[in-house]
């Protein structure tokens, strides 16, 4: 089989057409690069649970926080991933997401009833990003008066700042890593109950984490928790704006939200990909992958695999709701998916409530650069 140009069939194809082409013709193939491509869910699903063959430390050239800097949990792997997991699980179980629910929610009605109706309006600045940043930046213990920061940061790891120039770029990640540095040593001595203590107290386990770690562990932390629910809740909001006959269902009958969210992640995942080393050689749907290849686990073209989903492409709110991989799978499932569903289903609980109609804006919807993520930088949107 001929090698796919992944970056150009994506360009040219579009999205909806380029993962149809992969499942029909190429549904595990080499890039131009070299980088096997996995696009069906069982494969996929099977790299993702083989973490003793296939190694997260692929991650670690592709999404890091700078010079000298990489991302800890995202370029682990067991037994040293384990033991950083650990560190934070407390804060993501059913009983923490339960306790957070009401402030949650107090915080989704505010912002969306500071939302006027009948004037464009855009959703990712008025709704979709203050909320998941206030959210992380109180469990991480950042003063309030520091949280708007964070958009801005975390724009700038990404390298999708306001500021074209690269001197600027740099000066705003300059900015963030004393910032964490310095709320890290502050937490060393005066430890309390937020994430960043947490990671302090990783050097009473038997797998350190450097000061510049720490940082990274800190950056990754802001990064995924306002992505995430930013990108989901922005994706969600552009499928409805034209579908009224959902938005109309949703306000009916808002026990279907869960069902809305659950069918938005898995048509528009938020994270589009991740790679995979391969320690070993291995075989993979029928493919001899060697020892040291690169593997780019294609989560979005997964869950569209045409075996799994009749009209994968569609989005559809009655749709039965199967098992998707927009959170990963095994040991690396995201560790704040439960919060991104719970801020999410506050935020359109809280849109269905008050308005009785969502249209598009006039202005178009302003993508992210085709990546890692997918979601919107901006998405102009009309309540009624």
Not at 268 to 276: N, Y
Request: glycine share 8%; with cysteine.
């Amino acid at each position: 089989m001929a090698d796919i140009d992944f970056q150009g069939g994506l360009a040219s194809l579009g999205k909806d057409r380029f993962i149809a082409h992969l499942h029909a013709e190429a549904p595990l193939a080499r890039a131009l690069n070299g980088v096997w491509v996995a696009s069906r869910f069982e494969d996929v699903r099977a790299i993702l649970l083989d973490h003793a063959r296939f190694s997260s430390s692929a991650m670690s050239g592709n999404m890091t926080a700078g010079p000298n800097y990489s991302f800890p949990l995202l370029t682990d792997d067991p037994p040293r991933h384990s033991v950083l997991r650990a560190l934070l699980a407390k804060a993501f179980t059913p009983a923490a997401m339960e306790a957070m629910r009401p402030a949650i929610e107090a915080m989704a009605a505010d912002l969306v009833a500071a939302i006027p109706a009948g004037e464009e309006v855009d959703i990712v600045r008025r709704l979709t990003t203050p909320l998941p940043v206030a959210v992380i930046a109180g469990m991480m213990g950042v003063p309030q008066d520091r949280s708007a920061d964070f958009k801005r940061w975390s724009n700038a790891v990404l390298g999708i700042q306001d500021s074209p120039l690269e001197g600027e770029r740099i000066r705003t990640l300059m900015e963030l890593r004393a910032y964490f540095a310095g709320l890290a040593a502050e937490r060393r001595e005066r430890p309390g109950d937020d994430l960043v203590s947490a990671l302090t107290r990783v050097r009473e386990t038997r797998e350190g984490l450097s000061d510049d770690q720490v940082v990274a562990f800190c950056m990754l932390l802001m990064i995924a928790g306002n992505e995430t629910t930013t990108n989901l809740l922005g994706n969600l909001i552009d499928r409805l704006a034209d579908a009224p006959q959902d938005w109309a269902a949703l306000r009916a009958d808002p026990a279907q939200i869960d069902a809305a969210i659950e069918e938005s992640l898995r048509v528009d995942s938020p994270a589009q990909m991740v790679l995979r080393l391969a320690k070993e050689d291995v075989s993979i749907g029928g493919q001899a992958i060697r020892a040291g290849d690169r593997v780019m686990v294609y989560l979005a073209s997964a869950n569209r695999d045409p075996e799994r989903w009749n009209d994968p492409a569609d989005f559809e709110l009655s749709r039965e709701r199967d098992r998707h991989l927009a959170f990963g799978h095994g040991v690396h499932t995201c560790i704040g998916a439960p919060l991104a569903r719970l801020e999410a289903s506050a935020a359109m609980r809280a849109l269905v409530a008050r308005f009785g109609s969502l249209r598009r804006g006039a202005a178009p919807g302003k993508r992210l650069p085709a990546g890692l993520l997918f979601g919107f930088q901006s998405l102009t949107v009309v309540f009624g």
